[in-house]
């Protein structure tokens, strides 16, 4: 290769995944960082697949949506404190829900450039610990009185404290360019493509049957590492079933008529952690390790969900993926039909089907439901909101390593802010 040829891609493979079980907020998880929890998955990650000692892991990328001050450096700090070595580089990323996806689309970059031979992507969110800020008033006063030449000019700054100043600002889950919460903004979303209740329910459902027969048959044994005394996930209710769903009241859309979207059929704030091994097939074969499939492609999309048309259901704050996906299948020359199996992160069961509407009204077959989320997602799984990529991506491997020859499978992920993260993975 001459020095101003580009280099040549390689392909991607996803060797495998470790996380621990999804923990519903302010439950056994509680008391547990970010940095514990990433740390646990990715000590099941090195266990499982030998990474320990110097150069077995080319770099660790990973992220969280909610971050204390102490998450500075996330991902190094979790190198640091884990069974990985400690001169394995490490940076943090975020996208919001998209976060893990894309923390694994910025390790296969590397990989396809020849620049590493393998990496280890993902994220944690814990909602439980959620960052508290000072109040803002109160950040101005400390920061006058910082700046005051003379203790006098100090104690005139810190005279404005006020009680009402020492209530801190505690997080929410809201858009800041509209004030609303991602549930009221799906809820507009559910209305304007006609979802119904009942279509909801049914979808929330089939992710809890379909995550627990999962479970039953072992798929989770070499997936899923125990932590704190969870071996499942948390939010799991085996017994689902849409008459038991069709009795909870509605939570978001209160402020229209006939209001469809429940508890259980949104995810629910909830703590935990995902990682993912990617590497060269040089890397693999090195090491006596079979790919469970490719990462292929991938594409990214935004929606003004501030200006666009929300109330028509086109640039809805969760619709994003609807744009990203067509753009990437068009660019690989495939259509909906092609894949064997389809993974779309259930934020909300509305905006899975949505995203579904909108797929078809550009032009995309529909997909067949039991090709979709076949072992269950997040309605049933729960979301911490940056692990929820690298769970389907090593998830989405391993189903595709269990089917007879070969298989393509998509990924779609809606994210806070209007954004959405998508990609293939094959299997040859």
């Known amino acids: 290769m001459s020095p101003l040829e580009p280099p040549r891609a390689r392909r991607v493979a996803v060797i495998g995944g470790a996380r621990i079980p999804f923990a519903r907020s302010d439950g056994p998880y509680a008391t547990a960082s970010n940095q514990e929890m990433l740390t646990a998955a990715l000590d099941g990650l090195v266990e499982r697949y030998?990474?320990?000692?110097?150069?077995?892991v080319g770099e660790f990328v990973a992220g969280a949506v909610l971050k204390h001050s102490r998450d500075f450096n996330l991902a190094r700090e979790t190198v640091l404190g884990?069974?990985?070595?400690?001169?394995?580089?490490?940076?943090?990323?975020?996208?919001?829900?998209?976060?893990?996806?894309?923390?694994?689309?910025?390790?296969?970059?590397?990989?396809?450039?020849?620049?590493?031979?393998?990496?280890?992507?993902?994220?944690?969110?814990?909602?439980?610990?959620?960052?508290?800020?000072?109040?803002?008033?109160?950040?101005?006063?400390?920061?006058?009185?910082?700046?005051?030449?003379?203790?006098?000019?100090?104690?005139?700054?810190?005279?404005?404290?006020?009680?009402?100043?020492l209530v801190p600002d505690i997080p929410r889950n809201a858009e800041p360019r509209t004030g609303l919460s991602m549930g009221?903004?799906?809820?507009?979303?559910?209305?304007?493509?006609?979802?119904?209740?009942?279509?909801?329910?049914?979808?929330?459902?089939?992710?809890?049957?379909?995550?627990?027969?999962?479970?039953?048959?072992?798929?989770?044994?070499?997936?899923?590492?125990?932590?704190?005394?969870?071996?499942?996930?948390?939010?799991?209710?085996?017994?689902?079933?849409?008459?038991?769903l069709a009795g909870l009241k509605p939570v978001f859309g209160l402020d229209q008529p006939g209001p469809t979207m429940t508890a259980g059929n949104s995810t629910p704030l909830t703590d935990g952690a995902a990682t993912v091994l990617l590497a060269s097939e040089e890397w693999a074969a090195e090491r006596g390790l079979e790919p469970l499939a490719y990462l292929t492609a991938y594409e990214t999309a935004a929606v003004d969900f501030v200006h666009g048309d929300v109330a028509g259901g086109e640039d809805g704050l969760l619709m994003a993926p609807a744009y990203a996906v067509p753009r990437m299948l068009e660019r690989a020359g495939l259509g909906i039909e092609d894949f064997d199996l389809v993974e779309i992160h259930e934020a909300f069961a509305s905006q899975v089907l949505a995203t579904l509407a909108a797929w078809e009204k550009q032009g995309l077959a529909p997909v067949d439901r039991a090709r979709l989320n076949v072992a269950g997602s997040s309605l049933a799984t729960g979301h911490p909101f940056a692990a929820t990529g690298a769970r389907i991506v090593a998830t989405l491997a391993k189903l595709l390593a269990e089917r007879e020859g070969p298989g393509r499978g998509l990924i779609s992920v809606c994210a806070a802010g209007g954004q959405g993260v998508t990609a293939i993975l094959e299997r040859v």
């Open 82 to 165: 884990s069974k990985l070595d400690a001169r394995t580089p490490a940076y943090d990323i975020q996208q919001a829900c998209g976060t893990g996806l894309q923390a694994v689309i910025a390790a296969a970059n590397k990989i396809a450039l020849g620049q590493t031979e393998s990496a280890v992507a993902g994220g944690a969110d814990t909602a439980s610990d959620a960052p508290l800020g000072v109040n803002d008033d109160l950040r101005r006063i400390l920061l006058e009185a910082r700046r005051a030449k003379s203790l006098t000019g100090r104690l005139k700054a810190l005279a404005k404290v006020r009680p009402s100043h």
């Open 184 to 244: 009221e903004h799906a809820a507009v979303t559910a209305r304007a493509w006609g979802i119904t209740r009942e279509a909801q329910d049914e979808l929330a459902a089939t992710s809890h049957q379909r995550l627990a027969a999962a479970y039953e048959r072992g798929f989770f044994q070499d997936l899923v590492v125990p932590f704190r005394g969870l071996a499942r996930d948390q939010n799991l209710r085996p017994g689902s079933t849409v008459e038991k």
């Open 50 to 56: 030998r990474l320990q000692g110097h150069g077995a």
